[in-house]
């Protein structure tokens, strides 16, 4: 009987440990439960499905940027623990080469083609986010210039990476059972447009008017972008003009990406 109670006691005790977990800083005791623990387990989950494996490191990638973010605004970042975030973040983008590997062996080109396009508009718009951070005087004690390399390292990597994948799609260009599903593909990615259009348009007037039109020019290029990619398909260029439909996603999620982070993190972006 005892030891059924101390059974029940230990699993409570490591539920409540494991919810505080999620809401820990890098700087917490709790963090590496979080980092190690809960997302860990959550990815053994996931394992067996490629694509999602992929867009939840990729969420974990997000979160490691959030920490080195916050914790410089809040001048609470020290060099041990940035290395230790950034390690963290480099395990996290070779689970998702790993992952598209696979999607390629089993080939599925497009849905590589979707994570490393998510991916690089993730790492893409946090460069630019990094630069924004770093501009803000808060006397810390730590330099963010050679994490910041690191990342444009990175994503030169995605980048090239994408390209590979695309000109794999380009060469081959035979997709006979995404060509019934594409037009729906279209009319989430517009969907999509319209939804950072909205968030543009309701945060533009607390930002610098510079700001203000590089943003609505972007949002006009993924418009364009993907006008073209409707005027594609249909012709013998599929490929292309699947590759032009997720330009257009990209360009539209990093821009959405800066305008979430600029609002969460309560900083207003340099002209």
């Given at each position: 009987m005892l030891f059924k109670y101390s059974l029940v006691i230990f699993i409570v005790l490591l539920f409540l440990v494991s919810f505080a977990a999620r809401f820990a800083g890098p700087n917490n005791i709790l963090y590496p439960i979080k980092v190690n623990g809960n997302e860990v387990t959550w990815s053994l989950v996931v394992s067996a499905f490629p694509q999602t494996h992929a867009n939840y490191q990729i969420e974990r990638m997000s979160k490691r940027f959030s920490d080195v973010e916050t914790g410089y605004l809040s001048s609470q970042m020290n060099p041990g623990t940035l290395f230790i975030i950034k390690s963290h973040l480099q395990d996290h983008a070779l689970s998702v080469k790993a992952d598209t590997d696979t999607l390629l062996i089993?080939?599925?080109?497009?849905?590589?083609?979707?994570?490393?396009?998510?991916?690089?508009?993730?790492?893409?718009?946090?460069?630019?986010?990094?630069?924004?951070?770093?501009?803000?005087?808060?006397?810390?004690?730590?330099?963010?210039e050679d994490f910041a390399l690191s990342v444009a390292d990175m994503r030169d990597g995605i980048s090239s990476q994408r390209e590979g994948v695309e000109t794999t799609l380009i060469t081959k260009n035979e997709r006979p059972d995404l060509i019934a599903t594409f037009d729906s593909h279209l009319f989430d990615i517009s969907t999509y447009l319209d939804t950072v259009q909205a968030q543009f348009d309701a945060q533009a007037n607390g930002l610098p008017s510079s700001y203000v039109e590089h943003v609505a020019a972007q949002l006009t290029t993924a418009r364009d972008t993907l006008n073209m990619s409707r005027s594609e398909f249909g012709s013998d260029h599929f490929a292309e003009s699947f590759?032009?439909?997720?330009?257009?996603?990209?360009?539209?999620?990093?821009?959405?990406?800066?305008?979430?982070?600029f609002k969460e993190l309560n900083i207003t972006p340099s002209n």
């Open positions: 089993d080939d599925r080109i497009t849905s590589a083609l979707e994570v490393l396009s998510h991916e690089e508009a993730v790492v893409t718009a946090q460069m630019f986010l990094l630069g924004e951070v770093q501009k803000q005087d808060k006397r810390n004690q730590v330099n963010l590759i032009a439909a997720q330009r257009s996603y990209r360009i539209a999620e990093i821009e959405q990406i800066l305008l979430q982070q």
